[in-house]
T-cell receptor, first 116, second 112 residues
């Protein structure tokens, strides 16, 4: 149990286009989902916390207009990278938590984004 | 500044050797988690330590939480190539919202 999926697993896009990444909890309802970004051989950096039915909470330095997050249901959160640029190329990972607040987070397999 | 400092950053050893990686901070943590991540995949939770001085074992992996709850270590006995991966420690910094903050990680390579 506790499986989290991401789609697509990898995407290549042209500079200036927008890319949407989906994060789904397959066998549980996720009140809270988190989005992370990871550069090669680096650690995960928390970008934002997504709560179902409310606005996402962004970490300091993360542009909310650049990285749009929607948590429309208890099993789906989406991250849209708007007007992508080469510096947005990265590995984006989501996690989902069944409960509110503290609790085990289950991580998705990640989405590799390459912006040309 | 990194809240969680991990060392070493890279570790390359032969199969059968023992190793220890460290996660240190100047802050006290209510809990700390260890994850392993393989290339192109998300991190997988190995263990959560909560009590100061706590020792948890997971087969050949031994996790210890410092008495003051400011540091933790992961010891692997008789490492195998399958242990290769990025080992990350993480803490919620006491947040009630469940947000996790990760250390930089230790990249372990075990050669056959």
């Amino acid at each position: 149990g506790a499986v989290v999926s991401q789609h697509p697993s990898r995407v290549i896009c042209k500079s200036g286009t927008s890319v949407k990444i989906e994060c789904r909890s397959l066998d549980f309802q996720a009140t809270t989902m988190f989005w992370y970004r990871q550069f090669p051989k680096k650690s995960l950096m928390l970008m934002a916390t997504s709560n179902e039915g409310s606005k996402a909470t962004y970490e300091q330095g993360v542009e909310k207009d650049k990285f749009l997050i929607n948590h429309a249901s208890l099993t789906l959160s989406t991250l849209t990278v708007t007007s992508a640029h080469p510096e947005d190329s990265s590995f984006y990972i989501c996690s989902a938590s069944p409960g509110e607040g503290r609790g085990t987070q289950y991580f998705g397999p990640g989405t590799r984004l390459l912006v040309l | 500044t990194q809240l969680l400092e991990q060392s070493p950053q890279f570790l390359s050893i032969q199969e059968g050797e023992n190793l220890t990686v460290y996660c240190n901070s100047s802050s006290v943590f209510s809990s700390l988690q260890w994850y392993r991540q393989e290339p192109g995949e998300g991190p997988v939770l190995l263990v959560t330590v909560v009590t100061g001085g706590e020792v948890k074992k997971l087969k050949r992996l031994t996790f210890q939480f410092g008495d003051a709850r400011k540091d933790s270590s992961l010891h692997i006995t008789a490492a195998q190539p399958g242990d290769t991966g990025l080992y990350l420690c993480a803490s919620d910094r006491g947040s009630t919202l469940g947000r996790l903050y990760f250390g930089r990680g230790t990249q372990l390579t075990v050669w056959p």
